[in-house]
């Protein structure tokens, strides 16, 4: 059996360091690394911590199952009244 991944994520505002499971992860994938992020809950203050995600850990956290949304800039219809 193999040992379930942790990953370990510091808190930007009580800059505590948790590890923590896939599950407590999203990943949201833009267009371009600068709008890639992955986000976590910190469980020590309950912050919601979004950071920029290089590639690698795009591929370590998608890799570890961690769910991933994809997101796309959506042109609105311009409905003039
Ligand atoms: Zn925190």
Do not use: H, N
């Not at 379930?4 to 505590?16: E, G, H, I, N, W």
């Not at 360091?17 to 994938?29: Q, V």
């Not at 959506?74 to 009244?81: D, R």
């Amino acid at each position: 059996m193999s040992v379930p991944t942790r990953f370990r994520a510091s808190c930007t505002d009580c800059r505590s360091t948790s590890e923590l499971e896939p599950e407590a992860f999203r990943l949201a994938l833009g267009g371009s690394s600068e709008r890639t992020y992955y986000s976590f809950t910190c469980p020590s203050c309950g912050a919601a911590v979004r950071k920029r995600a290089g590639e690698r850990i795009v591929e370590a956290l998608s890799g570890a199952g961690v769910r991933t949304m994809r997101l796309c800039l959506v042109q609105q219809p311009s409905t003039v009244p």
